[in-house]
């Protein structure tokens, strides 16, 4: 069993039921939560097949979150569980361009992870890029190129852009 492709709101999620027992399966899928041991009774995803590999998306969730989950099978004899896992949606780092042109793609963040922003790739004519900035007006907190921070939300980062000068001599 195991979890990727991320992202603040979804998760991915790939199971192998091997074992059903000797009695027929009515429903099996998985469960998930925030807090330990979930059951049934939290979030569950069914599934239509008892045995094989299972890939599906889960989503709704929350950025910054740990969540935990485990394959269930329900059959004559009771409910039951398989191995619990967790894992920890990241926060989005947002880039806009503030009036210059081009795209860039969000950036995922493990929390509590030290990463560098991504290079710039914004680019504004008769204007040099200057940094980061998580106020369009640069008023909030600056961020160099490529600085390597470590993020408790999800942010916004504006280009900031500065006019260039040129210098005219008769």
């Given at each position: ?11 991915k999620y ?16 998985i469960?998930?939560?925030e807090n ?21 998306t ?9 969540y935990?989950?485990r ?45 560098a ?54």
């Amino acid at each position: 069993d195991s979890v990727n492709n991320l992202t603040s709101t979804s998760a991915k999620y790939y199971v192998t039921i091997t074992n059903t027992g000797d009695a027929f399966v009515t429903s099996c899928g998985i469960c998930w939560s925030e807090n330990q041991n979930p059951t049934t009774s939290n979030n569950i995803d069914y599934w239509i097949t008892a045995k094989g590999n299972l890939t599906r998306t889960i989503s709704g969730l929350s950025a910054g979150t740990t969540y935990y989950f485990r394959a269930f099978a329900v059959n004559s004899y009771g409910t039951s569980y398989g191995n619990e896992m967790s894992f920890v949606t990241p926060y989005t780092l947002t880039f806009d361009k503030n009036g210059g042109v081009g795209s860039m793609q969000v950036q995922y963040f493990t929390p509590s992870t030290p990463q560098a922003i991504r290079t710039n790739a914004f680019t504004r004519s008769n204007y040099d890029f200057a940094g980061w900035n998580t106020a369009a007006d640069g008023t909030g907190t600056s961020y160099t190129n490529e600085q390597v921070i470590t993020i408790d939300r999800s942010l916004t980062l504006y280009a900031q852009w500065q006019r260039r000068t040129c210098v005219v001599t008769f």
